[in-house]
């Protein structure tokens, strides 16, 4: 696989804030990510007594879906989530937005930290909406099958 999809996949990834998680039995659900590049992992916020919290306890397989048309991005990654206890990290990742979900803010007893470790990401990086558009007429008009951007898979 190309240098240049994983370099675009982690620059692209770290501006993008949301996707879909989904563990074990956890329902995907829309998380905002944290990414640390050099360590292959995705860090999230969530409430202790979830079912992804309670995922994370077990070391679950996970699946984060990213979809982002702003950074062209779109991908499937998979990984296996822990919650981890590192008052440390999340003082680094806190953050208006994660306050805004508990009652206490930061002192919240009921904050719990996952981490994704990736094993794998199925990714899609486009031109963006003109780019596409581009390359759909230029199809029409060649009989050449559109060039709507790079797609390929990573291991980490």
Known sequence: MSTSLAKEFWDRLDD?????????????????HYVDSDAKVL??????????AKSAQTGASAEYIVTSNDEHLYARID????AVKDEEKLDELWSA???AWFKDGRKDDDIQLVRMDL????????GGSISF???IGKANMTDQKPDLG???TLRF
Request: charged letters at 20%; zero cysteines; hydrophobic letters at 40%.
């Open 16 to 32: 993008t804030r949301t996707g879909m998680l989904a563990a074990d039995t956890a329902r995907a659900i829309p998380m905002s």
């Open 79 to 82: 990984g296996r989530i822990q």
């Open 43 to 52: 860090w999230f916020i969530t409430a202790n007594g979830t079912e992804l």
């Open 97 to 99: 937005v994660a306050s």
């Open 133 to 135: 558009l581009y390359e």
């Open 150 to 152: 790079e797609h390929g």
């Open 119 to 126: 094993t794998e990401a199925e990714v899609w990086t486009t």
